[in-house]
């Protein structure tokens, strides 16, 4: 810094004020408002005496007055008011003191002068006499309504008025244009209840467009009034609610019509011994209330009395209110990579209005406004933050993973919850990501990536398949089903009138099935967890209450607490269904109470890996015969297979027919007898199957291509039954290591891993097709159809041998 | 998952070697496990060794993705670096690019840095070689390669494009689709 050098030394720089700095001009006031500030001039010595003399005598007045008054009131005169002016008009050519303004005075020196001239008062009254209104409306161009009576009960102007309506003063007509006194009292503001002497100069110095606006809002009072008193005949009359007939239901059509109904009928409920109509009952009251709010909220009548049965009417209305509004936009802050406070500093500085989403949660942003797209700032796309409703949050914090955990979220797309849950462990332990939908698997990995999370596997198959790869083997899993979405119409609308009853059974059925998966892929005895987390965004109670119920019959589960601070409880009983009294651990949030979307939350424990079998031993009979048909079944597919080929429609059936009862499957798993007969008939399988793949490179030899092509076949037609044997294997095999060492279920598992790694092994070592051992020949089977090409190449290679050989022979 | 061969290993560490250099070894070396490359349809993925076991329980036409995806092998037998591996490069970074805030937006829609936008480079960056992209509050916003080293850098006049685009994190919803 410092001061700088002067090099303009000599030319001088004009200083001051530029070219382009301009001082504004001073205002320019209207005429007469100039015109009032010359009152404050200074007055020359003369005036300075007379103004002197004026207040002089101005006191004097003052003290007449109160003599006055005093006498008036002996002689009963009026009022003060117009004491008052009856003092000033007798003295009227002296000034008034200060309490009334100059202008005011002046108007009465002309009213006395046009009254001298054309009213009529006790003086001229020998001469004049009245005249009925219509002359002097004649008189009156401005208006019709304006009457004017003049009374000679005073001797004075007194003027009494008769109606409010239409009261205002003729006479000044001539004073209308004095300017000064209108632009005094521009603040009236056409009050009936105005002292006389006010009343007078008002009217006598508006400006005719002033004068019109006091009609006008005379006039708007009026009509409040009116509308008023209407309404409170309307209400009155309204008391009884009619209740609609076929002819006056055709006649409502507009919306408002239908919401008024909507209002009055649940006015009637609320309210119904004493507000109902006899004649009708209050299902009929309910049914037309259930149209008018299908109408009004356009959703369909099935939906609308699924959820009349699940909310009170009250807060029925309430919710479908808040079903109609977006939620506000909160975005998740990925501890990973940023902290809440450094992600909101950023993002206000790109012009981002946001506060945290309340006390519950320490990542969560509620965005009010933003200048740019919230979602393509470099800060998201750098992974510091993701978009998600606050509900979502929700399943996570109640799951509460702990470091070092193996953790599945089975149905994760697109990925928030899962890398929540992610970013909590801090990126350590395994995640299992997984989905059925292909589509929606691509966001889970874009997401994974762009948040860094590392420790992820993400995989896309049916949920129901994972106690199959990995029995007992999380700590946590997190199941967020899907569902019908009745708690986030405000998202897709579409909910409103897509859903009926067999959609909704559908769900539950699902959710059931994946419900009792995400269990036996949970292991009770691990160390920090054992919990399984169900969550939906419906609200139905079908998909949620009654699917816990369910799994807690089923399964040795029980509910905790879910360890969020707020929500209401599940429901214990809904209508004719009562379920375990420990659902009231559960939490249910809608968007009408808790500003989030509607959503459950149930934190279940499992206590025990043992499946509890059903009571009823026969059942379990009928069952054990009926899985034994079913092997019955699988053989002599087998045989049709290796006759014909292709018999795919029975075997869809079959392998169907196996999938949809995995409560039988669980029984037979139970029973150890059973079992074994299983193992044995795979291994007779398995002969079966390694004689029928001796035969075929026999074929390979005499001709390749055709041999090729129905290997290929045979692949394709023992996929199903191989995947169905494959599982009874495993099956088996547990069991075998159950039998070995009943007392270390956990450890026989992870040894039953270990036996499937072995072979995995010896499955990547081996490539001749002969040096198959009995025991591996599914497995190898399985490692065929992933390698064909490679077994195929084999072939080759093999046939190329031969040929070679025969040709040495030769 | 299948383990890398000899060549294609070869051919990927040429390429990370661009642009971490000797850091090479600090991904294979690590403190908390073993790490380790595996290769599915083509893409390389770096991960866990523990992971990697449980990743192997599931049929491998189920698995999507295990771990971080590093890019893939072209049909030509050449490794194509995707933006996926941005976690991983930007802190073994040898040669870094900072971004004047408004060069950033030109950036992450797929636009070569410019001079102009040039707001600083680190010292002794050769020519071809491959950088990393950060805006002016160091956060990673991509990788390219260094069209001009940086002595050539200083007498560049400002339209000349210092460094050719090779992924940015635009991509990241640009093409979701086709991330792997």
């Given at each position: 810094m410092g001061r700088k050098a002067k090099f303009t030394d000599g030319v001088l720089i004009k200083k001051g004020p530029g070219r382009k700095f301009k001082k504004q001009k001073d205002p320019i006031f209207p005429k007469e408002l100039i015109k009032s500030d010359e009152s404050d001039k200074k007055l020359s010595s003369r005036q300075k005496k007379r103004q002197k003399k004026r207040e002089q005598k101005a006191t004097e007045l003052l003290e007449k007055q109160k003599q006055n008054k005093i006498t008036t009131k002996v002689l009963k005169t009026n009022e003060k008011a117009n004491l008052l002016e009856q003092s000033y008009s007798e003295d009227s050519n002296e000034s008034i003191d200060e309490e009334y303004e100059s202008g005011s005075e002046e108007v009465k020196l002309n009213s006395k002068k046009n009254k001298e001239m054309r009213g009529f008062s006790d003086d001229n009254n020998k001469w004049l006499k009245p005249k009925s209104g219509k002359k002097i409306i004649k008189r009156n161009e401005d208006s019709d309504e304006e009457q004017d009576f003049e009374d000679d009960l005073n001797d004075s102007e007194f003027e009494e008025e008769t109606d409010e309506d239409t009261e205002t003063k003729l006479e000044n007509l001539d004073d209308l244009s004095d300017d000064e006194i209108g632009a005094d009292q521009d603040d009236f503001e056409g009050d009936t209840d105005i002292d006389d002497v006010e009343e007078k100069s008002d009217s006598d110095d508006l400006l005719p467009i002033e004068k019109q606006n006091i009609k006008l809002k005379r006039k708007l009072k009026k009509e409040q009034k009116e509308s008023e008193a209407e309404l409170q005949l309307n209400i009155a009359s309204q008391e009884t609610f009619k209740f609609p007939t076929k002819e006056s239901e055709e006649e409502v059509k507009s919306l408002q019509d239908v919401q008024q109904r909507i209002r009055e009928i649940i006015r009637v409920l609320s309210d119904f011994s004493n507000l109902r109509d006899s004649e009708h009952s209050r299902s009929e009251y309910l049914e037309i209330l259930r149209k008018d709010l299908c109408t009004y909220y356009s959703y369909n009548e099935f939906l609308m009395e699924k959820l009349m049965q699940l909310f009170p009417l009250s807060e029925l209305l309430e919710f479908l209110e808040a079903s109609e509004v977006q939620r506000p936009l909160t975005v998740r802050t990925n501890s990973l990579k940023t902290r809440r406070r450094d992600l909101a500093q950023a993002l206000i500085n790109r012009g981002v209005n946001l506060d945290p989403v309340g006390k519950w949660s320490k990542v969560g942003l509620v965005i009010y406004s933003s200048q740019v797209p919230i979602g393509a700032t470099p800060e998201y796309l750098a992974g510091h933050y993701i978009i998600q409703g606050a509900s979502s949050f929700l399943p996570v914090m109640a799951l509460a993973p702990q470091e070092n955990e193996k953790i599945l979220d089975m149905c994760a797309a697109p990925g928030g919850k899962a890398s929540h849950i992610a970013a909590v462990m801090k990126n350590t332990g395994v995640l299992f990501a997984n989905d059925l939908n292909k589509e929606r698997i691509k966001a889970v990995v874009g997401n994974f990536h762009r948040l860094g999370v590392v420790n992820s596997v993400i995989t896309s198959m049916d949920g129901r398949g994972f106690p199959n790869l990995m029995k007992m083997f999380f700590d946590r899993v997190l199941l967020d089903a899907p569902c019908t979405g009745t708690g986030v119409v405000a998202k897709d609308q579409s909910v409103k009138t897509s859903k009926d009853e067999t959609d909704i059974q559908r769900c539950y059925n699902l959710q059931r099935q994946l419900l009792l998966a995400a269990i036996d892929s949970?292991?009770?005895?691990s160390s920090t967890g054992g919990y399984i987390v169900y969550s939906t965004c419906s609200i139905l109670p079908e998909e949620n209450e009654w699917v816990i119920d369910f799994a807690l019959k089923k399964r040795n589960v029980k509910l905790v607490d879910t360890g969020l601070g707020f929500g209401t409880e599940g429901f214990t009983k809904y209508r004719h269904l009562r379920f375990h009294p420990t659902l009231n651990l559960t939490r249910r949030f809608y968007p009408h109470e808790h500003n989030m979307d509607g959503f459950f939350v149930a934190k279940l424990r499992k206590f025990s890996n043992v499946i509890p079998k059903s009571d009823d031993s026969e059942v379990e009979e009928l069952v054990e015969e009926t899985v034994d048909n079913n092997i019955q079944n699988v053989e002599i597919l087998l045989e049709d297979t290796e006759k014909k080929g292709n018999n795919k429609n029975k075997r869809k059936f079959n392998a169907a027919s196996e999938e949809e009862k995995p409560g039988k499957k669980q029984i037979k798993f139970g029973n150890s007898k059973k079992s074994k007969k299983d193992v044995d008939f795979n291994y007779d399988n398995q002969k079966k199957q390694t004689k029928r793949n001796l035969k075929n490179k026999e074929h390979t030899d005499i001709k390749a291509k055709s041999v090729q092509k129905k290997q290929t076949k045979l692949h394709k037609a023992n996929e199903k039954n191989g995947l169905v044997e494959n599982k009874k294997n495993k099956l088996g095999q547990v069991n075998k290591k159950q039998r070995l060492s009943p007392s270390k279920p956990v450890n026989s598992e992870t040894e039953g891993l270990y036996v499937k790694k072995t072979i995995k092994s010896k499955i990547g070592k081996k490539?001749?097709?002969?040096?198959?051992?009995v025991e591996v020949g599914l497995k190898m089977k399985k490692k065929l159809k992933n390698n064909k090409k490679q077994s195929f190449g084999n072939l080759k290679d093999k046939r190329h041998k031969n040929k070679l050989d025969k040709r040495k022979q030769k | 998952m299948k383990r890398l061969s000899e060549e294609r290993t070869k051919v990927l560490f040429e390429k990370l070697s661009k642009y971490i250099g000797p850091n090479i070894k600090l991904l294979i070396d690590r403190p908390d496990g073993l790490y380790c490359f595996r290769e599915q349809k083509d893409r390389v993925y770096y991960v866990s060794e523990n992971i990697l076991k449980l990743a192997n329980t599931i049929q491998s036409e189920n698995?999507?993705?295990?771990?971080?995806c590093f890019g893939k092998f072209t049909k030509s037998g050449k490794f194509r670096l995707h933006i996926t591996a941005l976690n991983y490069l930007s802190p073994y970074a040898q040669c870094k690019i900072w971004l004047k805030p408004s060069a950033e937006q030109q950036f992450l829609y797929g636009n070569h840095v410019s001079k102009a936008g040039l707001g600083r480079i680190s010292e002794n960056c050769d020519k071809y070689q491959g950088v990393l992209v950060f805006s002016m509050s160091d956060l990673p916003l991509g990788f390219g390669v260094a069209a001009r080293s940086t002595a050539e850098c200083k007498l560049a006049d400002p339209v000349t494009s210092v460094c050719f685009h090779q992924a940015d994190i635009g991509e990241y919803i640009r093409s979701e689709e086709d991330l792997l």
């Open positions: 949970v292991n009770a005895k490539i001749d097709l002969e040096d198959v051992p | 698995i999507v993705s295990v771990g971080t």
